[in-house]
């Protein structure tokens, strides 16, 4: 009698876990769990209001940089003040994007040495949403205000003859920015299902895109420019973007349909990235033995 | 979690004055063993090693590329010529990259040590917690001042960057560089012991590291920048850190303004050196202990017993 009521109720929790929940219930659930992860994050208070903080300074900073730059020097490769404003600008909102919505993909070398990664594989979640769910990061709102303020500011400088296909194709440049980022973040973060210590490239690679994603590709010699554009896709965040939307597209080297599809190639590649990732999930070495 | 009470300048362990023997000048020597943690954790696994030179590279040779493309259309801004801020930028590039080691993947963080427990062994060996900080820094600038040298010695040989204008000017920098270092070790110092109070650090940390760049001049030369900008720099610590020795180097700064800028550096270090001491005391007499329990376990760690 005991073994057939068992029987019935795993079958019943199976049917459940089974059960694709809604679109509706997916989101009450990234609520509750963000919700949670705020509560917990504002359990050290200075930490927390530092971390608010820290996304502003920490773009304020790379802001400074190219706007010291760009006050110095007439223009870059070309490009005049404003243009150059518009490619910081752009990569500034989908960096804060992608902040909120995929950076804990690049801490998981640190979510794997903390033994928190074998509880994800075990629950009925995809993996992947539960590794950007595993914690709330408090610098988004930071990153997120610096960003707009930086853009908003750019669009008042430039006149560009805007048409509501040119603000498409912004917030389309945007989005695809924000993909290109978490793409490479998650390529990388297969190193870290198999190797402790890569949170160094990933923050390398974090820092290099925050540096170097705000000038012209162009003024780079044609080995590097390459090599940012079809090894470590830095030109798709906002370059190639801004070049449609300014009238660049001669100095990016590339062909019309490609420069002008970089929002699309970013939504691939994320998708590609990620596919990856799953199927590499197999190489995943447990710190705990 | 028990209270247990631990002697904030020797450590608990640490063995009293009228016991110290010979025996204790050859431990203290060896004490200085510790100094190699850091480079042996970064040679076990050579990936690490070969990503720092890879990363490295790939950084510094954009960075030329980049101040190459700004002054295509001028010669001179702020003073700088292009080969002096182009110096300028990779040695700041070289300055970030072997300043300090990251110690995260080792796990041998403040913030870790504080948040695993492990800072009661720090308390209980027979080398005063300050003292071992002391030395794991210096181990770690040993080993950034290695990397840091070949890369000088390649990007100079190359001629990707200018020797200094004169050999007194190489000597000042020289010096500023090492009092500069002293005041980063002093703030670095300071900014670990916040976790005594705050338990987690992690976004001071960055902060710091971020203030501390933009200010010494590590992400962009100062000369660029508004003159209420460097005038307001000039009162803080961080400019004798870089901007100085590298302004010294280049030639920006004449040789005979060195005696000032060394001046004010050394009042920094000693301001730093005493509020240092000051909080080392305070934080080891209330360092929180994070794991273990036993009856009076108030769910918040122990606390030690201030022993004065």
């Known amino acids: 009698m005991t073994t057939t009521m068992d029987a019935g109720r795993a079958r019943g929790i199976r049917a459940d876990l089974d059960r694709k929940p809604g679109l509706r219930e997916q989101a009450a659930l990234y609520y509750r769990i963000s919700r949670l992860?705020?509560?917990?994050?504002?359990?050290?208070?200075?930490?927390?209001?530092?971390?608010?903080?820290?996304?502003?300074?920490?773009?304020?900073?790379?802001?400074?940089?190219?706007?010291?730059?760009?006050?110095?020097?007439?223009?870059?490769?070309?490009?005049?003040?404003?243009?150059?404003?518009?490619?910081?600008?752009?990569?500034?909102?989908?960096?804060?994007?992608?902040?909120?919505?995929?950076?804990?993909?690049?801490?998981?070398?640190?979510?794997v040495q903390e033994g928190r990664m074998d509880g994800f594989l075990l629950r009925p979640m995809p993996v992947y949403r539960q590794v950007l769910l595993s914690r709330f990061q408090v610098n988004s709102f930071g990153d997120l205000l610096a960003g707009a303020g930086i853009f908003v500011l750019a669009l008042f400088r430039l006149d560009l003859g805007w048409t509501p296909l040119k603000a498409v194709y912004v917030v389309c440049g945007i989005l695809g920015g924000t993909l290109v980022e978490a793409g490479v973040q998650t390529l990388l973060a297969i190193g870290a299902l198999r190797f402790t210590g890569l949170f160094t490239w990933t923050s390398w690679v974090d820092q290099t895109i925050s540096t170097f994603g705000n000038y012209p590709l162009n003024v780079?010699?044609?080995?590097?420019?390459?090599?940012?554009?079809?090894?470590?896709?830095?030109?798709?965040?906002?370059?190639?973007?801004?070049?449609i939307v300014t009238g660049h597209t001669a100095t990016t080297g590339l062909p019309l349909w490609l420069t002008a599809a970089a929002p699309l190639l970013g939504l691939g590649f994320f998708l590609l990235a990620k596919a990856v990732w799953y199927r590499s999930l197999r190489l995943y070495q447990s710190v705990g033995g | 979690m028990s209270e247990v009470a631990l002697n904030p300048m020797t450590g608990s362990g640490a063995p009293q004055a009228p016991l110290r023997t010979l025996a204790d000048g050859r431990q203290s020597r060896r004490a200085w063993r510790a100094a190699r943690v850091t480079v042996l954790s970064e040679f076990y696994e050579w990936?690490?090693?070969?990503?720092?030179?890879?990363?490295?590279?790939?950084?510094?040779?954009?960075?030329?590329?980049?101040?190459?493309?700004?002054?295509?259309?001028?010669?001179?801004?702020?003073?700088?010529?292009s080969r002096q801020a182009t110096t300028y930028a990779l040695l700041g590039v070289f300055y970030v990259a072997f300043r300090a080691v990251n110690r995260w993947a080792a796990r041998d963080n403040m913030v870790q040590h504080?948040?695993?427990?492990?800072?009661?062994?720090?308390?209980?060996?027979?080398?005063?917690?300050?003292?071992?900080?002391?030395?794991?820094?210096?181990?770690?600038?040993?080993?950034?001042?290695?990397?840091?040298?070949?890369?000088?010695?390649?990007?100079?040989?190359?001629?990707?960057?200018?020797?200094?204008?004169?050999?007194?000017?190489?000597?000042?920098?020289?010096?500023?560089?090492?009092?500069?270092?002293?005041?980063?070790?002093?703030?670095?110092?300071?900014?670990?012991?916040?976790?005594?109070?705050?338990?987690?650090?992690?976004?001071?940390?960055?902060?710091?590291?971020?203030?501390?760049?933009?200010?010494?001049?590590?992400?962009?030369?100062?000369?660029?920048?508004?003159?209420?900008?460097?005038?307001?720099?000039?009162?803080?610590?961080?400019?004798?850190?870089?901007?100085?020795?590298?302004?010294?180097?280049?030639?920006?700064?004449?040789?005979?303004?060195?005696?000032?800028?060394?001046?004010?550096?050394?009042?920094?270090?000693?301001?730093?050196?005493?509020?240092?001491?000051?909080?080392?005391?305070?934080?080891?007499?209330?360092?929180?202990?994070?794991?273990?329990?036993?009856?009076h376990d108030d769910g918040r760690g122990s606390r030690t017993r201030d022993p004065r």
């Open chain 2, 114 to 295: 504080m948040l695993e427990g492990t800072i009661a062994y720090w308390f209980l060996r027979p080398v005063s917690p300050r003292r071992f900080y002391c030395i794991k820094a210096c181990g770690d600038l040993g080993y950034g001042a290695c990397w840091g040298a070949i890369a000088y010695i390649v990007c100079l040989t190359t001629g990707v960057i200018a020797p200094p204008v004169s050999a007194r000017a190489g000597l000042a920098a020289l010096a500023c560089m090492a009092l500069g270092l002293v005041t980063l070790y002093y703030l670095r110092l300071l900014i670990d012991l916040a976790c005594f109070w705050t338990v987690v650090n992690n976004q001071l940390v960055i902060m710091y590291e971020i203030v501390q760049n933009v200010l010494a001049g590590a992400l962009v030369p100062l000369w660029f920048f508004p003159a209420w900008f460097a005038a307001f720099d000039r009162l803080l610590p961080f400019q004798g850190t870089l901007n100085v020795p590298l302004s010294l180097y280049i030639g920006r700064t004449p040789v005979n303004q060195f005696a000032g800028a060394l001046e004010v550096q050394a009042l920094w270090i000693a301001i730093l050196a005493v509020l240092s001491t000051l909080v080392w005391r305070r934080a080891s007499a209330r360092v929180t202990v994070l794991g273990g329990s036993d009856d």
């Open chain 2, 47 to 81: 990936g690490r090693v070969a990503s720092t030179l890879g990363m490295l590279v790939i950084r510094a040779a954009l960075t030329y590329w980049l101040w190459q493309a700004l002054y295509a259309t001028t010669k001179s801004s702020a003073g700088l010529d």
């Open chain 1, 37 to 111: 992860n705020l509560k917990a994050q504002t359990a050290y208070h200075g930490e927390f209001v530092l971390g608010l903080l820290f996304g502003l300074v920490w773009q304020g900073s790379m802001v400074l940089f190219a706007g010291v730059l760009l006050l110095r020097f007439p223009g870059l490769g070309g490009w005049k003040q404003g243009d150059v404003l518009l490619i910081a600008s752009m990569r500034l909102v989908s960096h804060s994007l992608y902040v909120a919505c995929f950076s804990n993909i690049a801490m998981l070398s640190m979510t």
């Open chain 1, 220 to 243: 780079l010699p044609s080995p590097a420019k390459d090599a940012l554009t079809f090894v470590f896709p830095v030109a798709f965040i906002a370059y190639l973007p801004a070049a």
